[in-house]
Structures are given as structure tokens and as C-alpha cells.
């Protein structure tokens, strides 16, 4: 008789947490003890907190062996297994939780910002200048000024930058500096001049080069195929300059709870993560995106390139980019923006190319991952997946044999199904009503960043109009209509801080509580803390893995300040990370004296 696998698995994890101590045979590297433990066990997107699970959604120790949890249970049984070279954490009574997965960051980009000209937050234009000047001082000559952050939205005056304004305090040096979103970005004239880019430089397809009065570019280029002209000429980052980046960036996010992302950074950046792992340097595990747009055997090569079982570091989906950003008026909207009358924004493909792209990467074995922030990119996403996902049950080697099983299949528990194509879209910001529904009939994954509501809130009303607003960061109504909601950052457009997210999910406020956007759309603390754990777990196919504190998961733990589950939803703003688990691995300590090994 065979036993289906995750009939099987279910079994063993079972076995592991009722079986006697004593029979447990390798002794345990560390043993956390005294604290409050959330395993995870009943957290799920359903509002269901009594559903039956074999393992206790709390305990107060667990054990660690060889990077995996060895065993739950109270402090008593725990403590039994402990051998002479054993290391003991007592957690004083702290609040642990699985380690936080991130879902879309850009970790490379975001330790470059930091050390470069980082304009995160800057209050005004005055205030980017004079960033900007302090950084060129003492430059050397021909040196370009890179960085990024900037938010015209937070300004009173609300006025993009130009080159003249940069052109002021550059000292002649070329200049390139990416608005936070990283869809827009504005350059000075010894940058333009540098990419020849002039009044009669046309708009590239999918993207746009502003003009003033007279024709002459302001400054300000909007998504890839503009910035890149730019691009282009920027003298590419040294081997050091890459890993102080990316040691930078995975040092802030060890330092938030975060034990793994998946990430959009460069190739090269990806080889450098391959090289600190190598060297025993690596402590964030990380799912690399590939680029979509690559041709199909270079993505094969690549991926092939790396183990696809290493749990510390691997390739997964293909990123692709349906359009850009509401911030930057670029996403693509069905509609005209309510603020902007004559723009809908710029998608990038049409559909026909699309669906060619996609269902041959999708025949190919990739999970593909869309970029779609307005509701006409999410649309033409959501029909390249569809079609992307009937080529490839044709083609994969189990394919479902008849329209009944099709049917079948739409309802059936998602681990049972023969073909697991897990497809996502990134952002899925705004939607076209009917659109929830067809998420879940094509078990679309909805890869969505909670904190950008928090900056958001402040004008996406007036770009979007009331109809389309009751729509928008809609992640309730994603979990009602049965969808997989993944939470995540998009690191470094916003803080790679999990409690700003979780803040923004509970209350759909702003960081003072005093404005309120579309309360319908809450969700409750247990729905929250799933959607940054076990879901982008799911969403990156390591579900059986990580996610959860049950015997033979990954030992990536996040002990706090706060038990998440019972404070005031303001306070979860305030919370501060006590230790970071990575494969049982101490790899952050947070203030003195509050938790230690």
C-alpha cells in the first residue's frame, strides 16, 4: 500500500512531537526554553482558529538540531534532552514566531541606497538638495552620484525635481537618482548629456522621457526602457561594492525578524550571494528571481547553474513587469488616473506577445511571477497566466485528463493537485472586480505588500476616484474569494520592517492613526502574521520547510518584545527584535540585556 506524500509527512511530523523524549536519539544543538512560542500550527488564512492540527499552537521550549527543530513541548520535556554540549537560550518569557519570509524585496538596491545618497524620507526638495550637496563634496571629478528614496508625494509642494534643481548643488559631477518606487527616476544635465539624451531623443517603447514647454528634457524618466538609456553609462559596482551592499541590506533585515526573502537584485549580485555562501557568509536565505524578459535558454542555463533544492539559496520564479507604479502615474488603468484625465499610465506588453512569452517559459517548467500595480496590467497578467498554465498541463508529464478533473481541481486542496504551477502577481494593487474570482479559479497568488498602503493612502484616492479606491490593497476580499495572500515589503520602497506591515493589515491606518482607508479590507492579527510566514512559504515552494515551528522545520525564529497576538495594534508599530534564528543559528542579538545565549 503507498500513502500519499503529504499524507505521509503529515504522519511523521505527528509521530515527532507525541513520541517519548526519551526515545529521541541525536542530542540537541540548542534548546530555547521560558518562552511564549507561537509554532504556527493554527495560524491560517480562514478565520478558523479551531481547526484540528497535531501540533500545539503554543509551547513554551523547543530543540534544535542540526538546523532543524528537534522537538516541542513545555520547558519540562524540553530540558531532558539536553546533553553536556548543548547551548541554552533561556527566552524569559519573550514572544517567539517563525522567522518572517519577505516576498518581494530588492536587497542589492537597497544596501547600494544606503550607502549612496539615500533620500528615504527626505521632508522636501530643499532637503534632497542638500543631501545631495553634502554627498558631492569632495568628490572626485567626473564621479556620478547615484542613490535614491526620493518621494515627491511627501512634499507640501508635491513638485518632481528637475535637472536644474540637481544641476545646482552636482558641482558638474553626473547625477542619477531613483524615486522610491523605482519606476521613476531624475537625472541632471551631465547625466542626459552623458546617455545623449536631448529634445529630439523619442520615448522609448513603455516608457516615457519628460519634457518642458519648449521640448527639452526636464529630468525625469519614467520605468526601464528610459532609465536605462542612463543606465547604461553608469560605470558598473566593483565585487566589493556588491557585497557591502548586500551585506548591508541582509544585516537590516536579520535585524527585523526577517530570515528569508525572495528577491529581485541582478545576476551579479545573485553570483556574489553564490560566493558568500561558499564562504560560509551568507546567514539570509534568499530565492533569486530570474529576469523574465531573458531569452528562454539563458534562463534554462541559469537555472541550472545552482542547486534548486538548497534551502539557503536558490533561483525561483520570472519576474515580469506589466506596467509601472501609481506614485510615479505609470501603472496601466483601465481608465483614465481621476487626478490626470489624459494618462492611464503605460503598460508594457501587448497581449499576444505576452501569452507567446509566457506559455513558453511556463512549457519550460518556470514559475512565473508578474509585476501589476493598475487594474488593466493586472487583467493582461492574469490572461498570460491563464493561457501560460493550459500550456503547460499540455505539456507537463501529469496532466489533467479531462474538463470534469479541470472542475475538480479548482476546488481541491491545493497540495493534492497534479499540476502546481504556483503563478503570482506582484503588487496586485488595483483590480477590475471580477477579477478576485478569477484569481482564485486559476490559483493566482496574490504577492502583496501591506506597508505600501501606509504611504499610499495618502493620495491614491484622489488617483484612482472612490469606485475604483473600494478596490484597491483589497486583501480581505482576496482571502474571502479563497486566494493565497503573500505578504511582503518591496525593500527598500518601504522599510524592510514585517510591523509596519502587520500595523497597516490590522488597522488600514496611517502611521498616527488618524486617517483610515478602507476598513472593510482588515485583517485580523493570526491572517497578518500567516501572510508574512507560511504563505510566501507556499508562494516560493517551501512550505513543507519553513513557515512553522514544528519538528523537522528550519530552526529561522524571530523572538521578540511583544506577543504580536495580544497587543493593541499601535503597539505592534513599537516592536523591537530580541534574537534572529537562522538554521538555529544566532545571527542577530537585539538591545542588552533583554535576550541572550
Same mark, same amino acid.
Do not use: C
Given at each position: 500500500?503507498?500513502?500519499?506524500?503529504? #499524507?505521509?509527512?503529515?504522519?511523521?511530523?505527528?509521530?515527532?512531537?507525541?513520541?517519548?523524549?526519551?526515545?529521541?536519539?541525536?542530542?540537541?544543538?540548542?534548546?530555547?526554553?521560558?518562552?511564549?512560542?507561537?509554532?504556527?500550527?493554527?495560524?491560517?488564512?480562514?478565520?478558523?482558529?479551531?481547526?484540528?492540527?497535531?501540533?500545539?499552537?503554543?509551547?513554551?521550549?523547543?530543540?534544535?538540531? *542540526?538546523?532543524?527543530?528537534?522537538?516541542?513541548?513545555?520547558?519540562?520535556?524540553?530540558?531532558?534532552?539536553?546533553?553536556?554540549?548543548?547551548?541554552?537560550?533561556?527566552?524569559?518569557?519573550?514572544?517567539?514566531?517563525?522567522?518572517? *519570509?519577505?516576498?518581494?524585496?530588492?536587497?542589492?538596491?537597497?544596501?547600494?541606497?544606503?550607502?549612496?545618497?539615500?533620500?528615504?524620507?527626505?521632508?522636501?526638495?530643499?532637503?534632497?538638495?542638500?543631501?545631495?550637496?553634502?554627498?558631492?563634496?569632495?568628490?572626485?571629478?567626473?564621479?556620478?552620484?547615484?542613490?535614491?528614496?526620493?518621494?515627491?508625494?511627501?512634499?507640501?509642494?508635491?513638485?518632481?525635481?528637475?535637472?536644474?534643481?540637481?544641476?545646482?548643488?552636482?558641482?558638474?559631477?553626473?547625477?542619477?537618482?531613483?524615486?522610491?518606487?523605482?519606476?521613476?527616476?531624475?537625472? *541632471?544635465?551631465?547625466?542626459?548629456?552623458?546617455?545623449?539624451?536631448?529634445?529630439?531623443?523619442?520615448?522609448?517603447?513603455?516608457?516615457?522621457?519628460?519634457?518642458?514647454?519648449?521640448?527639452?528634457?526636464?529630468?525625469?524618466?519614467?520605468?526601464?526602457?528610459?532609465?536605462?538609456?542612463?543606465?547604461?553609462?553608469?560605470?558598473?559596482?566593483?565585487?566589493?561594492?556588491?557585497?557591502?551592499?548586500?551585506?548591508?541590506?541582509?544585516?537590516?533585515?536579520?535585524?527585523?525578524?526577517?530570515?528569508?526573502?525572495?528577491?529581485?537584485?541582478?545576476?551579479?549580485? !545573485?553570483?556574489?550571494?553564490?560566493?558568500?555562501?561558499?564562504?560560509?557568509?551568507?546567514?539570509?536565505?534568499?530565492?533569486?528571481?530570474?529576469? !523574465?524578459?531573458?531569452?528562454?535558454?539563458?534562463?534554462?542555463?541559469?537555472?541550472?547553474?545552482?542547486?534548486?533544492?538548497?534551502?539557503?539559496?536558490? &533561483?525561483?520564479?520570472?519576474?515580469?513587469?506589466?506596467?509601472?507604479?501609481?506614485?510615479?502615474?505609470?501603472?496601466?488603468?483601465?481608465?483614465?488616473?481621476?487626478?490626470?484625465?489624459?494618462?492611464?499610465?503605460?503598460?508594457?506588453?501587448?497581449? %499576444?506577445?505576452?501569452?507567446? &512569452?509566457?506559455?513558453?517559459?511556463?512549457?519550460?517548467?518556470?514559475?512565473?511571477?508578474?509585476? $501589476?500595480?493598475?487594474?488593466?496590467?493586472?487583467?493582461?497578467? &492574469?490572461?498570460?497566466?491563464?493561457?501560460?498554465?493550459?500550456?503547460?498541463?499540455?505539456?507537463?508529464?501529469?496532466?489533467?485528463?479531462?474538463?470534469?478533473?479541470?472542475? $475538480?481541481?479548482?476546488?481541491?486542496?491545493?497540495?493534492?493537485?497534479?499540476?502546481?504551477?504556483?503563478?503570482?502577481?506582484?503588487?496586485?494593487?488595483?483590480?477590475?472586480?471580477?477579477? !478576485?474570482?478569477?484569481?482564485?479559479? %486559476?490559483?493566482?497568488?496574490?504577492?502583496?505588500?501591506?506597508?505600501?498602503?501606509?504611504?499610499?493612502?495618502?493620495?491614491?484616492?484622489?488617483?484612482?476616484?472612490?469606485?475604483?479606491?473600494?478596490?484597491?490593497?483589497?486583501?480581505?476580499?482576496?482571502?474571502?474569494?479563497?486566494? #493565497?495572500?503573500?505578504?511582503?515589503?518591496?525593500?527598500?520602497? %518601504?522599510?524592510?520592517?514585517?510591523?509596519?506591515?502587520?500595523?497597516?493589515?490590522?488597522?488600514?491606518?496611517? %502611521?498616527?492613526?488618524?486617517?483610515?482607508?478602507?476598513?472593510?479590507?482588515?485583517?485580523?492579527?493570526?491572517?497578518?502574521?500567516?501572510?508574512?510566514?507560511?504563505?510566501?512559504?507556499?508562494?516560493?515552494?517551501?512550505?513543507?520547510?519553513?513557515?512553522?515551528?514544528?519538528?523537522?522545520?528550519?530552526?529561522?525564529?524571530?523572538?521578540?518584545?511583544?506577543?504580536?497576538?495580544?497587543?493593541?495594534?499601535?503597539?505592534?508599530?513599537?516592536?523591537?527584535?530580541?534574537?534572529?534564528?537562522?538554521?538555529?543559528?544566532?545571527?542577530?542579538?537585539?538591545?542588552? *540585556?533583554?535576550?541572550?545565549?
Amino acid at each position: 500500500m503507498s500513502i500519499p506524500r503529504s #499524507t505521509a509527512l503529515k504522519f511523521a511530523l505527528l509521530l515527532a512531537t507525541t513520541i517519548p523524549l526519551a526515545a529521541q536519539t541525536l542530542p540537541p544543538d540548542t534548546i530555547l526554553f521560558h518562552g511564549n512560542i507561537l509554532t504556527g500550527a493554527h495560524l491560517r488564512p480562514d478565520p478558523d482558529p479551531d481547526a484540528p492540527s497535531p501540533t500545539p499552537a503554543r509551547v513554551t521550549a523547543l530543540a534544535i538540531q *542540526n538546523g532543524r527543530i528537534l522537538a516541542i513541548g513545555s520547558d519540562q520535556q524540553i530540558l531532558q534532552l539536553k546533553a553536556p554540549g548543548t547551548q541554552l537560550i533561556d527566552l524569559h518569557g519573550a514572544f517567539a514566531l517563525p522567522g518572517f *519570509n519577505d516576498a518581494h524585496t530588492h536587497i542589492a538596491y537597497a544596501g547600494k541606497q544606503k550607502l549612496s545618497i539615500d533620500l528615504d524620507h527626505t521632508p522636501s526638495l530643499a532637503a534632497m538638495l542638500n543631501a545631495i550637496q553634502i554627498y558631492a563634496t569632495g568628490k572626485r571629478p567626473g564621479a556620478w552620484l547615484l542613490g535614491g528614496g526620493w518621494d515627491h508625494t511627501l512634499w507640501a509642494a508635491k513638485q518632481l525635481p528637475t535637472r536644474q534643481d540637481l544641476d545646482r548643488v552636482t558641482a558638474g559631477h553626473p547625477a542619477f537618482l531613483w524615486r522610491t518606487d523605482g519606476h521613476m527616476a531624475v537625472a *541632471n544635465s551631465a547625466a542626459l548629456a552623458a546617455a545623449n539624451i536631448t529634445d529630439q531623443t523619442p520615448d522609448p517603447p513603455g516608457a516615457k522621457i519628460d519634457r518642458d514647454a519648449t521640448g527639452l528634457p526636464t529630468g525625469i524618466l519614467r520605468e526601464s526602457a528610459a532609465t536605462s538609456l542612463i543606465q547604461s553609462r553608469i560605470p558598473p559596482p566593483s565585487a566589493q561594492d556588491r557585497r557591502q551592499a548586500l551585506e548591508t541590506s541582509i544585516a537590516d533585515a536579520l535585524a527585523h525578524g526577517v530570515t528569508s526573502v525572495q528577491d529581485n537584485s541582478d545576476w551579479d549580485d !545573485f553570483l556574489t550571494l553564490v560566493t558568500m555562501e561558499h564562504t560560509g557568509q551568507l546567514k539570509l536565505r534568499v530565492s533569486e528571481w530570474l529576469d !523574465f524578459t531573458l531569452p528562454l535558454d539563458v534562463l534554462k542555463s541559469r537555472r541550472a547553474s545552482h542547486p534548486a533544492n538548497d534551502p539557503l539559496l536558490h &533561483l525561483g520564479m520570472l519576474k515580469g513587469f506589466m506596467d509601472g507604479s501609481l506614485g510615479s502615474r505609470t501603472a496601466a488603468l483601465e481608465e483614465p488616473y481621476a487626478d490626470d484625465p489624459a494618462n492611464s499610465g503605460i503598460p508594457r506588453y501587448d497581449q %499576444e506577445k505576452l501569452n507567446l &512569452l509566457a506559455s513558453q517559459r511556463a512549457a519550460a517548467g518556470f514559475q512565473l511571477g508578474f509585476h $501589476a500595480i493598475g487594474d488593466r496590467a493586472s487583467a493582461i497578467a &492574469l490572461n498570460a497566466l491563464t493561457a501560460a498554465e493550459q500550456v503547460a498541463t499540455s505539456t507537463r508529464p501529469i496532466v489533467l485528463s479531462s474538463e470534469a478533473e479541470r472542475q $475538480a481541481a479548482l476546488t481541491a486542496p491545493l497540495d493534492s493537485l497534479p499540476l502546481d504551477t504556483r503563478f503570482r502577481i506582484e503588487h496586485a494593487q488595483v483590480l477590475l472586480p471580477g477579477d !478576485f474570482t478569477r484569481f482564485h479559479e %486559476e490559483r493566482i497568488i496574490a504577492s502583496m505588500q501591506p506597508s505600501h498602503l501606509l504611504t499610499d493612502m495618502n493620495w491614491a484616492a484622489a488617483r484612482l476616484g472612490p469606485e475604483r479606491a473600494a478596490h484597491a490593497y483589497a486583501w480581505k476580499s482576496f482571502l474571502d474569494h479563497g486566494v #493565497t495572500l503573500a505578504f511582503g515589503t518591496d525593500y527598500p520602497v %518601504e522599510s524592510i520592517s514585517p510591523f509596519r506591515g502587520l500595523y497597516a493589515a490590522v488597522t488600514r491606518q496611517n %502611521e498616527s492613526g488618524t486617517a483610515t482607508f478602507h476598513p472593510e479590507q482588515r485583517l485580523t492579527i493570526q491572517q497578518a502574521i500567516y501572510a508574512y510566514t507560511q504563505a510566501p512559504a507556499y508562494a516560493d515552494f517551501s512550505e513543507k520547510l519553513k513557515g512553522r515551528l514544528e519538528p523537522g522545520f528550519l530552526a529561522d525564529i524571530a523572538v521578540l518584545d511583544r506577543d504580536l497576538t495580544a497587543v493593541a495594534p499601535r503597539e505592534i508599530l513599537a516592536t523591537h527584535v530580541l534574537l534572529t534564528l537562522v538554521n538555529g543559528v544566532v545571527v542577530f542579538t537585539g538591545p542588552p *540585556n533583554s535576550v541572550s545565549p
